[in-house]
């Protein structure tokens, strides 16, 4: 097996540059126009079979082995979020209201890498590596999206690899988790309504407010009272909407928010004690309440046999890099719609280096990452395809 770090520690500059341009022009979910050029132009130049606009701008490339074998389908997601960058640095975005703050852009940027990583070693493959770059990952069902389209298809995967930089570990750890590793999301947008007034005499009114509050507090004991200790659920009310004047009652007050959790009996318990508490605590204030929940990804799930390869790969090429195999986290992740069809290991790569500041979290304004984590992203991801893909041997 070639040494995968170093080859991806030699092609550091090249993973860098592309990061930081990605960095500098963010683009949102299904307007990753120039992010999507660039891809396929890269693709393009190492002579690969390469598919555009699928799902508006995901790209598709294939990469042929040597000899027959499995379909590895490995994914990297391409959008940047709406939020103002705060970071400082030199390659800060140039799209003003635009960031990549969840790092999408180091993403594609790997994708690239382990693009010329595998091509560099394509005739020692037996079998196909599917390169899939999709777009709209951050609630906009990107990858739901590019299943409609076909992207399990013409070759249909085998397996399917992925992996995310992760802020909240540092440089340095890995995550290869078996099971649920990234949660179910749902959003929620609540109405309740009452009888607007004056705020001298709330007495002549059916104070929404009131009512939202006791809804919020109430929420909570959903997680805390209804799902067993032993398993995990969270309800998040992220933005209240209600007034607009001091001296003046409502007549609504609107609660947006998130569900989140691993496992579907314990998601249709949330759900259906989420609509009791709103309902019956609204109704008892006097206010009427309108409930819209939308589903936006359900659970990644790793196989534990492919997850216990890659932690075997990782062992191999990174020794010295601690691989822990009981992470998860409550964050959601739509490369789950491929994963319902084809099992597959979504692996995390510590990013995060306190002493240089780089270590907020994920979604914040100033989210930057040690760049050296993404030479170990693409490492491992060009290890673990490729190990599939090794040929059996005839000893």
């Known amino acids: 097996m070639p040494d995968y770090l170093l080859e991806a520690q030699s092609m550091f500059e090249y993973t860098r540059r592309l990061r930081r341009d990605f960095h500098m022009h963010p683009e949102l979910g299904y307007q990753e126009v120039r992010t999507a050029a660039i891809v396929a132009r890269e ?4 002579g690969l079979e390469v598919t555009t606009g699928i799902a508006r701008t995901g790209v598709v490339a294939m990469l ?12 990297f997601d391409m959008d940047a979020l709406p939020i103002t ?36 070693h394509a005739g020692e493959l037996a079998g196909t590596v599917k390169l899939v770059f999709q777009p709209a990952e951050e609630g906009l069902r990107g990858a739901e999206q590019m299943v409609k389209e ?19 570990q540092p440089l340095g750890w890995l995550g290869v988790a078996s099971g649920p590793v990234m949660a179910a999301a749902e959003i929620f947008k609540v109405t309740i309504t009452g009888k607007g007034g004056h705020g001298a005499a ?25 799902v067993s200790p032993l398993k995990t659920s969270v309800i998040s009310v992220t933005m209240l909407h209600t007034g607009e004047a001091f001296n003046v009652i409502p007549m609504s007050a609107e609660l947006t928010g998130t569900i989140r959790s691993f496992e ?64 998860a986290t409550m964050g959601s992740e739509d490369m789950a719609y491929m994963m319902q069809q084809i099992p597959g290991c979504f ?24 760049e050296v984590a993404l030479t170990r992203g693409a490492a491992l991801m060009a290890a673990a395809a490729a190990d599939f893909l090794t040929p059996p041997s005839n000893g």
């Open 85 to 120: 960058e705060q970071t400082g640095a030199e390659y800060a975005s140039q799209n003003p209201g635009v960031m990549h703050a969840c790092g999408h852009d180091g993403h594609t940027a790997v994708g690239l890498t382990v693009a010329r990583l595998l091509h560099a």
């Open 64 to 75: 042929e082995g040597g000899a027959p074998g499995p379909v590895v389908l490995l994914r």
């Open 264 to 327: 579907q009996g314990v998601r249709q318990l949330v759900l259906e004690r989420f609509h009791q508490v709103i309902t019956g605590v609204s109704q008892a204030m006097g206010c009427q309440a309108q409930i819209e929940v939308t589903s936006i990804t359900p659970p990644v799930i790793n196989d534990p046999l492919i997850s216990q390869r890659v932690r075997t790969v990782a062992a191999r090429v990174m020794p010295d890099n601690p691989v822990h195999s009981d992470y």
């Open 202 to 226: 709330p007495h002549l009114a059916v104070d929404p407010v009131v009512a939202a509050a006791q809804v919020i507090t109430a929420l909570q004991s959903i997680p805390a009272r209804n």
């Open 150 to 168: 076909g992207v399990l298809e013409n070759p249909r995967p085998d397996l399917t690899l992925a992996m995310h930089v992760w802020n909240e």
């Open 347 to 370: 692996f995390f790569v510590g990013s995060a280096d306190p002493q240089r500041g780089l270590d907020a979290p994920h979604h914040h304004p100033r989210f930057d990452i040690d």
């Open 43 to 46: 693709l393009s130049e190492l």
